[in-house]
């Protein structure tokens, strides 16, 4: 998830808006109450391309509703936060952002491993979070009352890879490859125990590191054991070069990852080598539906860039929360809700209809109308080409 000119810059005012939002009067010129929601996502870094699109499509979903608000007596505003994929900078983030009464809610994380840390904060301070992204079972299985997400768990994602590489791919022996962060070996151990259920045989597994650039030493090995699919558990920016160096290597087989690798970073680091690669992914087509169409040019008019896997889904789940925040409000006869009031109608949302998909959240905050897609790349030109839906039995 690649470094991009100009993200620094866009690091530096989120951090300094991050510290200005504490300040100020709680009404704005026109009289009206402020609200502001935060976004928590790496806007620098490996993983700012999924990042910044989460970002933008929470602020989308926020300038569509400003006039909504308006009538109710509030002003909507965005504060972004930039987590750098850092568990330690997410925390000082939720420290930050929890400093500003005005925050009542935030889109947020893109990784796990930030947001399971950052989410204690969260917790302690009762701010709820709806997450676009984050998979690992951890994330919910806390039972933290402010943790919520609108796509699928691990524990769904994985066994839906392994189904389709063991039974659509024929995979018999498989090598496993991943980064060893919360996300990367959540997906993988979920994966290999699913694959193994259907009979396949796991050769091997190795371990690399976020930022690694050398991965001569890990696919000797995997191509050692002459698997017929390898699998790999972590994001794009690793996993472009990862892919690019097998094909290099002669290793031409079927590669196999989940939702990390599903942004347009991936094919601007492997080009060709992306040919033969499946993976699966929590965030499905958004261009499927006129609907979706309808948002991807909104997005592509206002910010002049093409939508990314997670584009809708900041959407979604920004728009999930402002749902909570209105019922909120409007259970406070019309005035400003606490902290603890958003939380609670948040939760309750049983039947919202977004841009890419409905959410309702059950007593864990997970979406139990969350599916999972699989997708291949045909040729070097991203989105992959959708193969197929799985729906959670």
Do not use: W
Request: charged content about 25%; hydrophobic content about 35%; some cysteine.
């Amino acid at each position: 998830m690649v470094f991009k000119k100009g993200f620094a810059i866009l690091a530096s005012v989120s951090l300094t808006a991050g510290i200005l939002a504490g300040c100020g009067s709680n009404s704005s010129k026109d009289g009206n109450q402020v609200i502001k929601i935060a976004t928590n996502t790496p806007l620098s870094g490996n993983n700012a391309i999924l990042g910044e699109s989460i970002k933008l499509g929470a602020q989308l979903a926020l300038e569509d509703q400003k006039a909504a608000f308006k009538k109710l007596g509030f002003d909507l505003k965005i504060v972004p936060y930039d987590d750098q994929g850092d568990p330690k900078k997410g925390v000082a983030n939720a420290e930050q952002l929890a400093a500003d009464n005005k925050i009542l809610g935030v889109v947020g994380h893109l990784n796990s491993g930030v947001a399971i840390p950052s989410s204690v904060k969260y917790e302690k301070d009762h701010i709820v979070m709806v997450s676009p992204s984050n998979t690992a079972n951890e994330v919910t299985d806390r039972g933290l009352g402010v943790v919520n997400r609108i796509c699928a768990r691990d524990d769904f994602q994985g066994p839906a890879g392994a189904n389709f590489a063991v039974n659509t791919l024929k995979a018999k022996n498989i090598f496993i490859i991943q980064d060893k962060t919360p996300y990367g070996t959540g997906l993988a151990n979920e994966f290999k125990a699913a694959a193994q259920k259907l009979g396949a045989k796991i050769l091997g597994e190795e371990g690399i590191s976020i930022g690694d650039k050398d991965f001569n030493g890990v696919l000797n090995n995997a191509i050692a054991k002459k698997p017929d699919l390898v699998f790999f558990g972590g994001l794009y920016a690793e996993g472009g070069i990862l892919l690019k160096q097998a094909r290099e290597k002669g290793l031409n087989i079927p590669f196999m990852g989940g939702d990390g690798m599903d942004s347009s970073g991936l094919v601007d680091i492997a080009g060709d080598a992306v040919k033969n690669f499946y993976y699966t992914s929590v965030a499905g087509d958004t261009l499927k539906t006129d609907k979706g169409k309808a948002f991807a040019d909104a997005y592509k008019s206002k910010f002049n860039k093409n939508i990314e896997s997670f584009s809708s889904y900041g959407y979604d789940s920004a728009g999930v929360l402002l749902e909570g925040l209105k019922n909120a409000i409007n259970d406070n006869k019309g005035k400003t809700p606490t902290r603890e009031q958003v939380e609670k109608a948040v939760r309750a949302i049983q039947d919202y209809d977004g841009v890419v998909t409905k959410v309702g959240f059950d007593d864990k905050g997970d979406n139990k109308y969350a599916k999972v897609f699989i997708y291949t790349f045909k040729e070097a030109k991203y989105p992959g080409t959708q193969e197929g839906e799985v729906t959670k039995p």
